[in-house]
């Protein structure tokens, strides 16, 4: 990893950052529900991000990484179809994993309260 592609990384989130500096947040905002959605597939992103590269790269790169491209177009290609797959995947995985194994949860607390 190189300076530019570090400090590229971080530009971002001092933008993210400098918005919620300068902006009052309510419970209502756009900025709130697309954080709350960011939040719950956080965790899903974080276990499958990985496998989920592994086969879209295998499927439609000929099992190339993003620094394996020809030029900087075919990684920002890569990099965008990979990126949409994993954000694909972790929506699915809440809404089809998470979501009712939350249901079940509150279910096992109300009736352990009662």
Known sequence: VDKA???ASILPFAVIL?????HQIGQATWVARIAAILGKIAYPMFL???AVGVVVSAWLFHGLAS????GMRES??????????VV????LS????DQPVERYR???RRRAAT
């Open 5 to 7: 592609n570090l400090a």
């Open 18 to 22: 400098l918005y919620l500096v300068q």
């Open 48 to 50: 499958l991000h990985w």
């Open 67 to 70: 620094v394996d491209m020809p």
């Open 76 to 85: 920002a290609r890569y990099f965008l179809v990979v990126f949409a797959a």
């Open 88 to 91: 694909a995947c972790s929506l």
């Open 94 to 97: 809440y809404a089809l994993i």
């Open 106 to 108: 509150k279910a096992v």
